[in-house]
């Protein structure tokens, strides 16, 4: 087994992170238990985020720590795993207050795809990366379009629980800024000319430390602050 060096900053960040997400994933479990019923769900859902990046990311260390490559088939298990459950989480806050449609949430998850299936296929070689770069962005986009100003957007508007409505746009927060980290990694990793392996980790690494646990966070809060209320 190589060992991890201490020079290796990205091999530092996943370690960090990997601790992080198992720690995260059992406070959600556990606040889980005092929400009211109908945010406990979501609340496990966050846990459920970070207990998959947890196991993934033990794993991309030993990958990164081995062979120096970037962990890329690994990070995209994990995000098409967890990117829907954050998607069904916009659709359980929703749901919680009566406002969901089933096409909100279809919607999202075609977003989630496309934009997916370009960086995949963008960061392995399969296709060129400036092409997987405008597909993945298209995806992402889309989802924005329907956070925003789309369905899902409306039913929020009409709902009149304050915490569902704070929750939805600390979400909405983090799907535009949080996640434009992503492709700021993707476009330093891989469109600068040659490839930075290092780059993208530590980039990816700090995306996913603030995307999976602020967002539970964010999810736990409101939930707190409801079951306070009730
Ligand atoms: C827990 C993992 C999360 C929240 C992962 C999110 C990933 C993205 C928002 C990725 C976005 C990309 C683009 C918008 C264009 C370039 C390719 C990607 C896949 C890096």
């Known amino acids: 087994m190589v060992m991890l060096d201490p020079n290796d900053f990205v091999g530092v960040t996943f370690w960090i992170i990997s601790v992080a ?15 009211t019923s109908h945010w406990r769900t979501s609340v496990i859902v966050a846990g459920l985020v970070t207990l998959i990046a947890a196991v993934h990311y033990y794993y991309m260390r030993a990958v990164w720590v081995d062979s120096g490559d970037s962990p890329t088939v690994l990070r995209y298990i994990d995000w098409l795993l967890t ?14 207050v009566g ?8 919607r999202l998850l075609i977003g989630t ?10 960061e392995a070689g399969m296709i060129n990366s400036t092409v997987g770069f405008v597909v993945g962005m298209a995806g992402w986009i889309y ?3 329907e956070v925003f100003a789309g369905e899902a957007a409306q039913a929020n508007t009409s709902s009149n629980s304050e915490a569902q409505k704070s929750a939805f746009n600390a979400m909405k927060w983090i799907v535009s800024v949080g996640w434009s980290i992503y492709p700021i ?7 600068g000319g040659g490839t ?4 993208v980790n530590a980039v990816y690494n700090l995306a996913d430390f603030i995307n999976k646990i602020a967002f539970g966070l964010v999810i736990w809060a409101a939930a707190a602050s409801d079951t306070k209320k009730a």
């Open 113 to 122: 795809l496309v934009m997916l299936i370009g960086g995949f296929m963008g």
């Open 21 to 35: 997400m198992v720690a995260s994933t059992a406070f959600f479990f556990v606040e889980a238990g005092n929400m």
């Open 83 to 96: 990117v829907p459950l954050q998607m069904i989480e916009f659709y359980l806050i929703l749901a919680a």
């Open 196 to 199: 930075d392996v290092a780059t």
């Open 143 to 145: 989802i924005l379009y």
């Open 99 to 106: 406002a969901a449609t089933s096409g909100i949430f279809w």
């Open 185 to 191: 990694g993707y476009f330093l990793g891989y469109l």
